[in-house]
């Protein structure tokens, strides 16, 4: 029980970077905006949300560098791809390319810590919160087990993340007006724009709702995971939550059910390391690493079925004249 | 215009003569991919170039590389500025050593915690599992628990070793004590991917662990960030780490790379180096554990007793560690 629980807890603080980013992917590929760049978005947003909390020693205003500088990344992948209808795909990797290269530069330039920044202090970083009462009722069998070891302890951005901005998110999208245009221009955007609604407006919120979730995600891991900025500690978070967002076919709760899947994956991997199983024996530890990767193919590949995307994605929307 | 030319040829001649004498010596050390300043490995071979340089006034190059493919890239870049002796700083880099060392004949080469074949290669090799078997007994007599961890960085022999002579410095002391290991993956990415250390760490602490003994480079800060975090203890690697979160870092298995680079620009510049294999252990100062006054308060006298003791037994023959890479594999988990 308690170790069903630790890999459970362990799954939810995992994924939490993987779901803010598939979220923000969703907003970007609803209005019809391939997002490649989230991994970029997320880096440069751990950069500065790391760099701000050093120097001002409050998370707070970490957390806002890291979405004011992955927001500014996706008004630069707005400008490109929605305003002068280049291709949205080189746009995205131009972004990924940009953050791998400023990211260390800066860093060397501000820290001289080889790209990477100080370790934060304890005041400068987001802390695990313990839900009230969840000591005394530790010791109550399963629903205490489960409040105390599951339920809380997690960092603040874990809760923001799953209690607000996932019902946001898809409240946003299916319930409320933007969310149908955004939908909208997604699917046609001809249509859209003829029933006069703003598709340039439209991408634009998108990606500015975009840019703000991938710098959550940043920086939970710099500010709350590491306590850190290290160079392309993103290790491809961000092209995970695009797979998980293909895989839940652009909805917020299955993308969600995606990140869960790959972070579940993630920490059964590295639960098993080392430890012999009835009948096998113990399991090389190359082999158990393949086992997210394998999962995630065969998921993909015969679970799902089909995975239909937003018709208009990536197709730079030029007003019929 | 007399004056001028005066100047002029004084310039060149000065430049000529640094020229020269940076033809004459020109040491260089290239950091492998975990970077100069991740507080350990390659840290502390810079701190012993750095050391060098203070010491002797003669300036050095070094060079990072970001991707596998820059490897002989960078060395043979060295090479052909003249620069000579160059340190390559890693176990990856042994391959690259290997080819670049046959191009420059006259050049020699250093590699640190490898073997690489060559005429003017030497290579520097450190007995891991002595030191390893130190903070092994520090982390048994530390933990309340009788259940301590272990986190390496990239899956090879040399990381193994860590984790060998750790498991058996454990078992000295209490036989039945439980070592729970894990490996962060199998490219030198491991080396530095401090969220995944993170959770590692967290893993081990929800089965018991608490100690943890990371041999894992930048990765590492991941584990020592969360043991801290977590309440619990953690064992540095490499450079001295105590410093890092004192209370909470219980020591560190040094390993004097430091000494190592500086005693081979040393060795060069008086031009006794000589090419082949170099093992450093505990009795050569090679390797050690760290005491001092970060982690005073969390070595009772009797561990430090009981340390010093085994220390000077592995010393004198009296205790044989175990070496993982003489017919890679351990005797106990």
Known sequence: MEQLISLLDSTIRVSTPLVLAALAGLFSERSGVVDIGLEGKMLTAAFASAAVAYATGNPWLGLLAGMFAATMLSMLHALVSVTYNGNQLISGMAVNTIASGITPVLGLAWFQQGGNSPQLDDVARFHEINLPFADSIANVPVIGQIYSGLLSGHCILVYLAFLVVLPLVTWTVYCSRFGLRLRAVGENPHAADTAGISVVRIRYLALLCNGMLCGMAGTFLSVYQTGSFIKEMTAGKGFLALAALIFGKWRPTYAVMGCLLFAFADAVQIRLEGVPLPFIGEIPSQFIQVIPYVLTVLLLAGFVGRAVAPKAIGIPFVKSR | ?333
């Open chain 2, 1 to 333: 215009m007399k004056i001028e030319l005066k100047r002029v040829s004084l310039a060149v001649a000065s430049a000529l003569m640094a020229s020269s004498a940076f033809a004459a010596f020109a040491p260089a050390v290239v950091y492998d991919q975990a970077g100069k300043f991740d507080k350990s490995f390659n840290e502390a071979a810079y701190k012993g170039a750095e050391q060098f340089k203070k010491e002797t006034g003669v300036a050095y190059r070094d060079a990072q590389i970001s991707s596998d493919a820059q490897k002989e890239q960078v060395l043979r870049d060295m090479a052909r500025k003249n620069m000579d002796p160059i340190i390559a700083v890693g176990f990856s880099y042994t391959q690259a050593i290997e080819s670049v060392a046959k191009e420059f004949p006259k050049t020699r080469f250093v590699i640190i915690d490898s073997v690489a074949k060559g005429a003017n290669v030497k290579s520097i090799l450190f007995k891991e599992q002595e030191g390893s078997f130190l903070v092994g007994m520090a982390a048994a007599m530390k933990s309340k628990t009788n259940t301590v961890g272990f986190i390496g960085g990239m899956d090879v022999p040399l990381i193994r070793a860590f984790a060998c002579g750790y498991v058996q410095g454990v078992k000295f002391v209490n036989k039945n004590d439980k070592v729970i290991q894990n490996m962060t993956g199998t490219t030198p990415a491991a080396f530095n991917d401090p969220a995944r250390g993170t959770e590692l760490a967290k893993s081990q602490f929800d089965r018991g662990v608490d100690v943890v003994f990371a041999a894992a480079g930048g990765t590492g800060l991941g584990v020592l960030q969360s043991a801290k975090s977590a309440g619990k203890y953690s064992i540095g690697v490499d450079s001295n780490q105590n410093y890092l979160h004192p209370g909470s870092v219980l020591t560190s298995m040094v390993k004097r790379v430091d000494i190592a680079v500086h005693n081979t620009f040393m060795d060069a510049k008086n031009n006794t180096w000589k090419p082949g294999i170099q093992v450093l252990g505990l009795k050569e100062n090679g390797i050690d554990w760290a005491l001092d006054a970060n982690n005073r308060p969390l070595i009772t006298p009797d561990m430090e007793k009981h340390i010093k003791a085994a220390r000077a037994d592995i010393i004198s023959g009296k205790i044989k560690v175990v070496d993982y890479r003489a017919n890679n594999s351990c005797p106990v988990q």
